[in-house]
């Protein structure tokens, strides 16, 4: 048996679970790959991780196993040496312990995690708690949200008691010693402690005679070069937040710490505490302190710093309840609105970013032209995927996300985030079929419903009213569902009958149904961004866009000012339905490369009334042959003169095989020979059609390098001394 690939996948995935690990197996029997799974879940079961057997995928030559995981080294190394024959089982077991990280901060992770807290673990033993500006980070070394300078300070206890003495702090009578100062210790009363003076190396004894004095301290001394000694014991330990609540543990004689009720906590101690907190600004504090019953000032610090630099024995589990008790109002989610879909995915993840950002929510968007946070591009990219999820989410500035969530994405890696707010599955329809996988419509909408699944508790799926997607209706209680459509179809008649919500066209009006109530709420021929109602994709980008928003921003005249001031331009929509006046003629980008897309872009061509239709088209070589000639077809109902280009990246097929398909589509519809031509360039053929436009004509050009083409169309425009387009925007990706 050999393992070729495995995969892990953190966030929820096709299988719709999270943490799971896809092994990839070759030259094994079923028999063989049983054990080996067995035996992988009962070693992980003796470390209590309990494991479980989810899916086994064949094919002619490979077979692919779906199983659970808890930590990734941990599984990693079980299913490597699983394969080594001097390797068994039982000593798997007793070197796995090493991977084991049981540790304080481990376990608030955890404690997070089963309040609703999301969680990314940025590296080994760094990690994050709730997303963008609701987050904060963590570590054993450095915590986000404290006052890392004052921290330092109080890990050196030189400086920690000199701050304690310059505030005017009660503190025990702490001494510095460099050697032995016999007449000092002399007069110590006993017991002593003796401790280092960084805290780092946590040396700490404690002595009950002269003589076991002077041999410790003289034992530090050599090795640290100084020794601090004082008396006193802590009599309490506080865990405070803030300065304001705290837990307050009392020391028995035994040794063990009382967790003191609050009308029990003296008032004295609040006082001191707070006032503590005023000097260092320690958010998650600990403060060691010594009753001194022979002095008025009766509570003195013996210690203070960071709860994560402290030991907490057997009170751990209460300082971490208390910890996440106060971090979770300022820690947690941020609205997350993941965008899927066959077409429009882009166009509406760009419209909701554009509305949130003018609305006044540092808007962050992760789509096929980059990641954005507001309106500045900080990564280039096709950014559809599980890593693009994470960069927004890791970025403290960000109060809101909009992702648009590719079917490749979620295949490969899963999601990049938990608990959704608003998952929008804008169409399906028959493209990606034959990819990755990916064999029927039914196997593509499993993988674009990822989103819906890992909406949270009250979340809205916001759904097109289609026979492919009514099973998702009505299949989940915990969460609210909005259909949309153009027409008012029986889905959305029924959704309405039982009060549930719903958007639709109505003359040119779109109509919000929402808590049992009918809003018209704006008329699309008066929306610049859908064409002024020629657009009818655009409308239901509109829809779903409006859905979303006012889920999270409940004001409907806020959102509908915006659209109603929003273009399809080369500003906000680069690359979709851009219609391009070049005074005698017009040209539309877009990117469409499927068959919804294409007769969606030719009816707005044809709304446009024009003197002559010329199209431009490509096809994506890594789509089946039907598909491309279905192209082909498409355009010849609906131009008067084609040019077939093809993509730079020709994805597996030779130069011209696309072309020729996509040929033999439209020739099969009659369209004549004399009226088409290939151009395998598509900045050569943008050219030619531009040079022989009608007055009237309209060009429709699709194209995935919109950056080349806008290139191509000003040194056109330059050459025939007219204003150029899109100046100074950025269309990489």
Not at 170 to 196: A, C, F, Q, R, T
Not at 276 to 288: A, L, P, R, T
Not at 541 to 563: L, P, Q, T
Request: glycine letters at 6%; hydrophobic letters at 40%.
């Amino acid at each position: 048996m050999h393992i070729f690939s495995v995969k892990f996948f953190q966030g929820n995935n096709i299988k719709d679970q999270k943490r799971l690990l896809r092994i990839g197996v070759e030259n094994s029997s079923k028999k063989e790959l049983k054990e080996y799974i067995n035996s992988y879940i009962n070693i992980s079961a003796s470390i209590g991780y309990y494991e479980k057997f989810i899916d086994m995928e064949e094919d002619k030559t490979h077979i692919h196993v779906w199983v659970t995981y808890t930590e990734e080294d941990i599984s990693n190394y079980i299913i490597y040496n699983l394969l080594e024959e001097n390797v068994s089982q039982e000593i798997i077991k007793k070197k796995i312990n090493k991977f084991l990280h049981k540790s304080f901060l481990k376990n608030i992770v955890k404690a997070a995690e089963n309040m609703g807290i999301p969680n990314i673990e940025l590296s080994e033993g760094l990690f994050q708690l709730g997303y963008g500006a609701k987050s904060i980070i963590i570590s054993p070394e450095y915590q986000s949200y404290e006052n890392m300078v004052k921290v330092a300070q109080t890990m050196n206890r030189k400086s920690l008691f000199e701050l304690l003495r310059y505030n005017n702090l009660p503190k025990v009578d702490m001494k510095i010693l460099y050697n032995l100062k016999k007449d000092y210790l002399l007069n110590m009363s006993y017991p002593v402690n003796v401790i280092n003076i960084y805290k780092k190396d946590n040396i700490q004894f404690i002595c009950k005679s002269l003589k076991q004095l002077k041999t410790t301290v003289n034992n530090i001394i050599d090795m640290y070069g100084s020794a601090m000694v004082y008396h006193g014991s802590m009599d309490y330990r506080v865990i405070a937040y803030k300065g304001k609540n705290i837990l307050v543990f009392k020391t028995q004689e035994q040794g063990d710490h009382i967790k003191l009720e609050n009308e029990k906590i003296h008032d004295n101690i609040k006082e001191l505490i707070n006032k503590v907190y005023n000097v260092f600004k320690i958010e998650f504090m600990y403060v060691d302190l010594y009753e001194d019953n022979f002095d008025e000032n009766k509570l003195k610090v013996i210690d203070l710093g960071s709860a994560f630099y402290v030991e907490l024995f057997q009170t751990e589990e209460e300082v971490i309840s208390f910890f996440v008790d106060n971090i979770r109002e300022q820690v947690g989610l941020i609205p997350i609105i993941s965008v899927t879909g066959t077409n429009g995915k882009t166009t509406t993840t760009r419209l909701i970013h554009y509305i949130m950002s003018k609305l006044g929510y540092k808007t962050g968007m992760a789509s096929t032209e980059g990641i954005f946070v507001d309106f500045n591009k900080i990564k280039k990219g096709d950014t559809t995927g599980f890593l693009s999820a994470r960069e927004l989410l890791t970025n403290g500035e960000v109060e809101a996300c909009v992702l648009e969530t590719a079917r490749g994405g979620i295949a490969r890696n899963g999601l990049g985030y938990e608990q959704g707010s608003v998952g929008i599955i804008t169409s399906i329809s028959e493209d990606h079929i034959g990819m990755e996988g990916t064999k029927s419509i039914e196997d593509l909408i499993q993988v674009k419903s990822t989103v819906i699944n890992e909406l949270k508790p009250g979340g809205k799926a916001i759904l097109k009213a289609q026979e492919e997607l009514s099973y998702m209706f009505n299949f989940n209680k915990d969460i609210k569902v909005c259909l949309f459509n153009i027409e008012k179809n029986n889905f959305i008649k029924n959704y309405i009958k039982e009060g549930k919500e719903a958007l639709y066209l109505e003359d040119s009006f779109i109509v919000y149904y929402i808590d049992g109530k009918k809003n018209k709420i704006v008329d699309v021929s008066r929306i610049p961004f859908t064409h002024y109602g020629k657009s009818k994709s655009n409308i239901m980008n509109v829809m779903s866009s409006i859905a979303a928003v006012y889920s999270i921003h409940n004001n409907i005249e806020d959102i509908i000012r915006i659209i109603n001031n929003t273009q399809c331009d080369l500003y906000i929509n680069p690359g979709r339905q851009n219609i391009i006046d070049m005074n005698k003629y017009k040209i539309i980008l877009d990117y469409g490369h499927n068959s919804q897309a294409f007769r969606e872009v030719f009816s707005i061509a044809e709304a446009l009334k024009p003197s002559k239709i010329t199209a431009i088209i490509a096809a994506p070589g890594d789509r089946m042959d039907k598909y491309i000639k279905e192209l082909g077809q498409i355009s010849a109902e609906h131009s008067n003169h084609i040019i077939i280009r093809e993509q730079a990246d020709l994805r597996s097929r030779k130069k011209g095989e696309s072309a020729l398909l996509i040929k033999e589509g439209a020739l099969n519809k009659g369209f004549s020979p004399e009226n088409l031509q290939i151009i395998y360039k598509e900045e050569d053929a943008i050219v030619y059609a531009m040079e022989r436009a009608i007055q009237g004509e309209v060009i429709v050009l699709f194209t995935q390098c919109l950056g080349l083409i806008i290139e191509t169309i000003n040194l056109y425009l330059e050459s025939k001394g007219m204003d150029k387009i899109g100046e100074g925007l950025d269309f990489s990706h």
